[in-house]
Nanobody
Framework: QVQLVESGGGLVQAGGSLRLSCAAS????????MGWFRQAPGNDRDFLAA????????YYDDSVKGRFTISRDNVRNTVYLQMNSLKPEDTAVYYC?????????????????WGQGTQVTVSS
């Protein structure tokens, strides 16, 4: 059984930064690509970023490219999302997830395990 636990969310002013962490249980963390998604009230769960098993390849949605950076530490079984230049429209619950299908890296259908989410609120 895989458990993913996000942390690092909170309230920040526009233009500020936050770093989200996602700690994974289990011995197979380094074998899987990982992703970050977010969901605002009334919206679908949207893809933000993904990283391959080794960290050598990363993928971003255009809405966060240049502002957000995904990384991972396979020794600590943790994936990170550094978020800079935050905007009020970034307000949402942020989720990390384990990828099960590399062909669906940008779709929530490509992920099998999800964390409980962490709230990020950006004030104007």
């Amino acid at each position: 059984q895989v458990q993913l636990v996000e942390s690092g969310g909170g309230l920040v002013q526009a233009g500020g930064s936050l770093r989200l962490s996602c700690a994974a249980s289990g011995r197979t963390f380094s074998a899987y690509a990982m992703g970050w998604f977010r969901q605002a009230p009334g919206n679908d769960r949207d893809f933000l970023a993904a990283i391959n098993w080794s960290g050598s390849s990363t993928y971003y949605d255009d809405s966060v490219k240049g502002r957000f950076t995904i990384s991972r530490d396979n020794v600590r079984n943790t994936v990170y999302l550094q978020m800079n230049s935050l905007k009020p429209e970034d307000t949402a619950v942020y989720y990390c997830a384990r990828n099960k299908d590399l062909g669906l890296m940008r779709s929530s259908r490509g992920y099998d395990y999800w964390g409980q989410g962490t709230q990020v609120t950006v004030s104007s």
